[in-house]
């Protein structure tokens, strides 16, 4: 703007601080994109940055809270994908809904966490972490027995409750596809 008008002139140049970054932002989500079909290939690019994560904390042999941190949250991300997008247990509460039998339809699994965001998240958490460990702060001493049990004693806590919750409302999410018809 020019001084007292409020005129727009060319004088005016764009911050080149928000371009480059909205640039950056556009290739990143570009690469992002074109890599959704690669499914085997981010998937081995996600456990190439979980070696070298673990390879560093084995060589400075710390970072223990970290690790713990990291694997809670991976856990978490587990279990919301192999969870339904709409739980059959508050599903019956709603009332909105009408009932189902269970061979009314045919209606797929479609899971709370999806698989790239999946990906995408435990991607950036194993980065974030790998990144934690250059700061040495974050190195809390700890007597990592106790931590990786409790983290035991947590992953089969939920994982049974998660297992529970298929048996009891008859779902999959291993399953790939429509079932198909077999015959006689």
Do not use: C
Request: no cysteine; hydrophobic share 40%.
């Amino acid at each position: 703007m020019n001084g007292e008008n409020g005129e727009v002139g060319d004088s005016e140049e764009p911050v080149p601080l928000p371009t480059w970054r909205s640039n950056l932002h556009s290739k990143f989500q570009y690469y992002l994109d074109r890599s959704v079909p690669h499914l085997l290939r981010r998937w081995l690019m996600t456990i190439g940055v979980a070696m070298i994560y673990t390879l560093r904390v084995y060589w400075v042999k710390g970072f223990h809270v970290v690790s713990y941190g990291l694997a809670t949250y991976v856990l978490n991300l587990l279990i919301g994908f192999l969870s339904p997008n709409v739980d059959p247990e508050l599903e019956g509460l709603d009332g909105a809904s009408s009932p189902r039998k269970d061979g009314d339809a045919y209606r797929p699994f479609e899971r709370r966490v999806p698989e790239f965001r999946f990906w995408y998240a435990i991607t950036k958490a194993f980065i974030v972490a790998f990144v934690l460990t250059f700061i040495s702060v974050l190195d809390v001493p700890v007597f990592w027995p106790i931590l990786s049990s409790y983290w035991g004693f947590l992953f089969v806590l939920t994982t049974k409750r998660q297992i529970v919750h298929m048996i009891k409302y008859k779902y999959n999410p291993f399953r790939i596809g429509k079932p198909k018809y077999k015959g006689n």
